[in-house]
């Protein structure tokens, strides 16, 4: 399960993909409109800013804004820069390994080979899914929701 740290990003990181490119938005507005504490806010944001997902800039006009298109934005990015590693298992973890003291062989553990298939399975969807891809998901779902049927080619 990812955290409510990472749901707050996700949030706060598609409200921020349907603002002008480079227009900062600040972040008590961002916690009012997303219902997300702002304390908590400031500290999820700054860990995206350090991850390079988003910029500031400070004094009158100041914000957060995204550093990269939203189609650039993998949730896999996201979710590593607030989670860590997805590794479902500590002797698959690339950042924080650790021999599993149940396993005598690493090469031969049933669960660990198993969790290596679970492992790239949820990397290649969380990495093949953009920022853009989950806004025009949640856009497609309110527009059926409200049955407004989309014509376009």
């Known amino acids: 399960m990812i955290s409510k740290k ?16 480079g227009e900062p938005v600040l972040i008590a507005d961002l916690a009012r409109n997303e219902n997300i504490p702002k304390k908590f806010l400031e500290f999820i944001l700054l860990s995206l800013r350090k991850g390079g997902v988003l910029q500031s800039k400070v004094g009158k006009g100041g ?3 995204l550093s990269l298109p939203p189609s650039k934005i993998s949730i896999g990015m996201v979710v ?15 950042t924080n390994y650790e021999h599993c003291e149940e396993c005598q062989d ?9 969790m290596i298939d679970v492992n790239k ?9 953009s920022l853009a891809d989950m806004v025009e998901r949640s856009a497609a779902a309110s527009k059926k929701r409200e049955n407004i049927v989309d014509y376009s080619i």
């Open 6 to 21: 990472t749901k707050y990003a996700l949030k706060a990181l598609i409200n921020l993909a349907g603002q002008p490119i």
């Open 63 to 65: 914000g957060y804004y």
């Open 80 to 94: 590593r820069i607030l989670e860590g590693d997805l590794a479902p298992v500590q002797c698959l973890s690339v």
């Open 106 to 114: 690493e090469m031969t553990c049933g669960i660990r080979l198993v």
């Open 121 to 129: 399975a949820l990397s290649d969807v969380l990495d093949n899914l």
